[in-house]
């Protein structure tokens, strides 16, 4: 597992803001234990927060007409995870965010972000380039999903997110490689079989 930071510790380490300014800031913000299953989103509310991984590990997904899920994101430590077109622009969310263990989060309201960037420019600066990471890594989210073989998917999927693995069932690591969990079966095993050979 990832070693964990409190937020404030995140954004010292990121942001060229006073140290003691940012732990002022933060404490401002609301910072909740989250049982594993509960939700932090529903789909059909409005998505008033962004949230910051302390502790844990959340996953955002939807599901199909068929009652199928399907996760875009897994949000392990240090991740921030926030469903953008609800927050943005104040539509009904098409998604869910769920605790897939017990988590400690800090909520972020889309105001106080827009106040804090608009009293200190380096916090604009920085929360920009967490939004293009954001559109950057859809982007190549998109592009596997087109174009890479399921053992491509997989193999990216292990260099993004090596430790939640091993915390996650397998059906929910194939939810988000879009394949069945046969065949992620079949791709660990055929992996696992190269690997043996070399």
């Known amino acids: ?3 964990n930071l409190r937020l404030a510790d995140y954004l010292i380490a990121h942001v060229p803001i006073d140290p003691d300014i940012i732990r002022q800031i933060v404490d401002s913000q609301k910072t909740a234990p989250v049982s594993k299953g509960e939700y932090l989103l529903m789909q059909g509310e409005i998505c008033r927060h962004s949230f910051f991984v302390e502790k844990g590990l959340l996953r955002y ?3 199909d007409s068929k009652g199928k899920e399907h996760i875009l994101q897994f ?3 240090n991740w921030f995870v926030v469903d953008r077109e609800s927050a943005y622009f104040g539509k009904p969310s ?3 965010i769920q605790a897939l263990e017990d988590s ?3 909520m972020l309201d889309e ?3 827009s106040e804090l960037g608009a009293s200190y420019p380096a916090f604009t600066a920085f929360n920009n380039k967490l939004l293009h ?3 950057r890594h859809l982007q190549n989210r998109v592009n596997q999903l ?3 073989t399921a053992g491509e998917r997989y193999l990216q999927f292990i260099e993004l997110y090596p430790d939640v693995l091993l915390r996650v069932p397998q059906t929910m690591v194939a939810s988000y490689l879009g394949i069945t969990p046969e065949s992620l079966s079949r791709v660990r095993k055929e992996l696992s079989q190269k690997h043996s050979a070399q």
Do not use: D, G, K, R
């Open 1 to 3: 597992m990832l070693n």
């Open 61 to 63: 997904y939807s599901i």
């Open 75 to 77: 949000a392990p430590e």
């Open 94 to 96: 098409q998604y869910f």
């Open 104 to 106: 400690t989060v800090v």
């Open 111 to 113: 105001q106080f972000i």
């Open 133 to 135: 990471n954001h559109i």
């Open 146 to 148: 087109l174009s890479f």
